[in-house]
């Protein structure tokens, strides 16, 4: 066990015959127990200092892991929204893939359509000029034909007949 500042004061030295100037011996006591206080004291004041220094070394520490265990969640939750994000991006071209073919198809299957239809009225169209052509051509011939001055000349005189 240490000594302490009081053991020093207190202590009492055998006399010899020939011993030591007391005064000189107190007063170098006296100096040691001075020294020895101060040095006690600050002992105490390191130790206070230490014991401080490692409570903020632990407060640190546990800050140092709290703030480690939140990046590496911020890295995988980063990690998971890219993921996450990707699969999106890619469901979403999927999907503009998807309506692109359905546009395309329904493009191609309404121009199939109107082919047809402008096929169908080019048809009709040619059988409406040829219908036509043959009308005209046949009220020209009917014209032409010496069948109708009889029938002109039959008309009017059934008109003068009715006069008469």
Request: charged letters at 40%.
């Amino acid at each position: 066990m240490p000594l302490t500042p009081l053991d020093i004061h207190n202590k009492e030295f055998t006399r010899g015959f020939r011993g030591y100037d007391e005064d000189e011996v107190n007063e170098f006591l006296d100096q040691v127990i001075k020294d020895y206080e101060a040095i006690l004291r600050e002992k105490k004041e390191l130790f206070e200092r230490v014991t401080d220094l490692d409570e903020k070394l632990e407060h640190f520490k546990n800050i140092e892991e709290t703030l480690n265990k939140s990046i590496l969640i911020a890295q995988e939750t980063a990690e998971e929204v890219r993921r996450n994000a990707q699969k999106e991006a890619q469901l979403i071209v999927k999907e503009a893939e998807k309506n692109a073919d359905r546009i395309i198809n329904d493009a191609l299957s309404k121009s199939r359509k109107i082919m047809i239809e402008m096929e169908e009225l080019k048809k009709q169209a040619s059988v409406y000029k040829m219908r036509f052509k043959m009308l005209i051509e046949a009220q020209l011939e009917m014209l032409n034909t010496d069948d109708w001055d009889e029938f002109v000349e039959r008309e009017e005189d059934e008109l003068e007949q009715n006069q008469s």
